[in-house]
């Protein structure tokens, strides 16, 4: 298994979900996964899904500049880290922001997001 491409794959599945139906995103998260979006902490996959999918807009297109992404832990885990940025509908100017993920895999063969560190970057 490639890493990277592990983590390439994850990325585009991501967002290209968090465009078109936040409310999806309900199974990449777990019970015990935690989200902090601006630094308001949510947890468990239900509460995680209702942060995103009650966030103020109602689109957005996500345009990623780079996917990194490193080996975490003896059991398989990923750290993922994206910088890009985001264009909500109605909206001039694009956002810049940054996303770490802590991926672990299932027993399945997939794998599910434990941590999740969102931040807009302002200039």
């Given amino acids: 298994m490639d890493p990277d491409a592990v983590a390439k794959a994850f990325?585009?599945?991501?967002?290209?979900?968090?465009?078109?139906?936040?409310?999806?995103?309900?199974?990449?998260?777990?019970?015990?996964?935690?989200?902090?979006?601006?630094?308001?902490?949510?947890?468990?996959?239900?509460?995680?899904?209702?942060?995103?999918?009650?966030?103020?807009?109602?689109?957005?297109?996500?345009?990623?500049?780079?996917?990194?992404?490193?080996?975490?832990?003896?059991?398989?885990?990923?750290l993922v880290f994206v910088s890009g940025s985001l264009q909500l509908a109605g909206e001039q100017h694009a956002l810049k922001f940054s996303q770490m993920f802590h991926l672990i895999p299932t027993p399945q063969g997939s794998f599910y997001v434990l941590n999740d560190i969102f931040r807009l970057n302002y200039a």
């Fill in 11 to 78: 990325v585009e599945h991501y967002y290209r979900t968090f465009d078109n139906n936040r409310a999806e995103l309900g199974n990449l998260y777990q019970e015990g996964s935690m989200l902090t979006f601006e630094g308001a902490k949510t947890q468990g996959s239900q509460a995680i899904v209702a942060k995103l999918a009650g966030l103020p807009f109602q689109q957005c297109l996500h345009n990623i500049s780079t996917v990194d992404c490193q080996p975490s832990g003896p059991g398989g885990g990923m």
